[in-house]
């Protein structure tokens, strides 16, 4: 039975390193009160990968997924995306960010907001098109397209953000806490949508979140995360079949799973006390 | 939303209504008023203005408090409407005008203001200390320097303008969704776009709200030249028909309507504009999907 980890670290031995490297990152806000957001965070991910990032509230998981886009610079460590740094990553636009929020530009309509990194791109109008049709279809959104953001649910809009954040094919996948704001049904529907996604565009994932089944059922790796500076307390491999779907959730072994990281994450905050 | 589309239906027929309401008090009251202060036989002779035997303290009633009957037919009797309707027209003209010159500039410094704190706290004072000059007094030396009234109420128009624009854009422009300006870094746009795509677009409902209230006080910026020394205008009849006295007292109330209905119908279009530019903002949001 190969895993999807197992392949994953096969086509990056292949491309010869990791798609993200994290090497003793530390991040410190300055402010009145110097806050230890990242306490020398190391870690390594595969290109393809689907890593998660768990943790209780102010273990530093969204700000390293702001330090690994550049959208905040680290205090010390450095930081490679597929050989570069984080900033000339971030100019050759390889980086595709979802947020909690979908943060859609209300005056764009569906097929508009889909469009704008491709505008900002400065992509021809009718690949632009071409492009948003193809990931309207994909997200199961096509005969919204005309539509307004506000007339959509929310697990819609968000299924926008991610063909947004899809459209112009991005090697690396940030998403915080993507889900996080719906509902159990809704949550579990993107998850698996978000899988046949992935399997589809080959995209290296840093995903974070608060759910445990989440992260088992999406994941090739877990990180684990302690507060109070951010560590990482563990990672945990995920060895569960792909494809997965519903009844991946119901496998032992995917609670066996859960009640693993589980344990981890009482053990961070009994110890953070 | 079913409650907010209840409000809008019946929103023309209750401004009806005040209005009415209104038009029956103010019809009563002066009414009472000009029976209780002109006797019998004065009564015709203070209305048409024609008899000079009528004392002046009666001739003065229909001024405070006209009739309000007489005030509409004077807006629309021939004789005067033509003149008074023309009036209005050469002012919201400038009025127009100077809300458009004041608009682009109050924008602009704006944009200008919004690049740097620096900037902003050196240029927003004096933007400042402009709305501390009375109009009223800026109006005469204006018109004295360039000697033409059309200029001088574009200016004045223009100069009332600029500031509320200036303020609500700034703060527009500055009242963006964090999230989605780090969109924007992420994918490396350009200031250029990320004014063009995100900051622009976010500020508009602020500079709706500012350009709803200069629409009005540029009307009233242009009367307050016309007042100072021009030869046209809505501001110009007001001003000559109480100086010609009683006799013209409907005319100085129809002139009144008339400049009040030019800043509301100037305040009506540009609210048209912002709800059609507007439409994704909630308040303008049609219940549908």
């Known amino acids: ?27 410190t806000f300055r402010g009145a009160q110097a806050v230890r957001a990242l306490e020398r965070v190391s870690l390594s991910i595969q290109p393809g990968e689907f890593v998660s990032l768990i943790g209780p509230s102010g273990c530093g998981k969204s700000t390293l997924l702001r330090l690994i886009g550049d959208l905040l610079p680290p205090t010390s460590g450095t930081i490679t995306v597929n050989g570069k740094t984080p900033r000339q990553a971030r100019l050759s636009r390889e980086y595709g960010i979802v947020f909690q929020q979908p943060v859609l530009y209300e005056w764009r309509t569906v097929m508009q907001n889909v469009q704008l990194p491709l505008e900002v791109m400065r992509v021809a109008r009718s690949e632009q098109r071409e492009r948003a049709n193809a990931l309207l279809e994909l997200v199961g959104l096509a005969e919204f397209a005309q539509r307004y953001p506000w007339e959509l649910s929310g697990g819609m809009q968000q299924r926008v953000s991610i063909a947004r954040a899809l459209s112009f094919r991005p090697s690396v996948l940030l998403m915080d806490e993507p889900f996080g704001a719906l509902d159990e049904m809704t949550r579990e529907r993107l998850n698996r949508e978000l899988l046949n996604i ?76 | 939303m079913n409650a907010a589309k209840r409000f809008r239906l019946a929103d023309p027929l209750a401004i009806l209504l005040v209005a009415l309401a209104l038009l029956a008090i103010w019809q009563l009251a002066s009414s009472l008023y000009f029976d209780a202060n002109v006797a019998p036989q004065f009564r015709a002779g203070a209305i048409s203005g024609a008899d000079p ?67 902003e706290r050196s240029l927003l004072p004096y933007a400042i200390i402009s709305q ?24 004045i128009a223009a100069y009332v303008t600029f500031f509320p624009v200036t303020v609500n854009t700034l703060k ?76 013209n007292a409907y005319k100085l109330w129809g002139a009144i309507v008339v400049a009040s209905l030019l800043g509301l119908l100037f305040f009506r279009v540009v609210a048209i504009a912002e709800r059609i530019a507007l439409r994704w903002q909630p308040e303008f949001r049609s219940a549908s999907a």
């Open chain 1, 1 to 27: 039975m190969a895993s999807g980890l197992q392949l994953s670290q096969t086509a990056a031995v292949a491309t010869g390193g990791a798609a993200i490297a994290l090497d003793d990152v530390s991040m």
């Open chain 1, 198 to 273: 992935w399997s589809e565009t080959q995209t290296t994932i840093v995903f974070v979140t608060h759910s445990v089944a989440e992260a088992v059922f999406l994941s090739d790796r877990i990180v684990v995360m302690s507060p109070r500076p951010g560590r990482v307390e563990v990672v945990l491999d995920v060895d569960l079949p792909r494809p997965r779907d519903s009844e991946t959730r119901n496998a032992p072994a995917f609670f066996d799973l859960v009640a693993e990281v589980r344990h981890h994450l009482r053990e961070v905050d009994d110890a953070s006390g």
């Open chain 2, 53 to 119: 035997t009528v004392p002046a303290e009666m001739r003065v009633v229909q001024m405070k408090l006209p009739l309000p009957n007489l005030v509409l037919s004077a807006l629309v009797n021939p004789e005067n409407a033509a003149q008074l309707w023309l009036a209005g027209l050469i002012t919201l003209r400038s009025a127009v005008i100077g809300f458009v010159v004041g608009g682009v500039i109050g924008f602009g410094l704006a944009l200008l203001m919004v690049q740097s704190r620096l900037l």
């Open chain 2, 132 to 155: 501390m000059v009375p109009v009223i007094a800026l109006g005469p030396i204006v018109y004295s320097i360039f000697k033409d009234e059309n200029v001088a109420r574009i200016l």
């Open chain 2, 172 to 247: 527009g422009l500055r009242s963006v969704d964090p999230n989605a300006l780090a969109l924007m870094t992420s994918l490396a746009a350009s200031r250029r776009q990320v004014y063009w795509l995100l900051r622009i677009p976010s500020s508009l409902p602020y500079v709706f709200q500012a350009l709803k209230i200069a629409a009005t006080a540029s009307v009233i910026g242009a009367i307050v030249v016309e007042l100072m020394g021009a030869q046209q205008g809505i501001g110009v009849t007001i001003l000559r028909t109480q100086y010609y006295g009683p006799a």
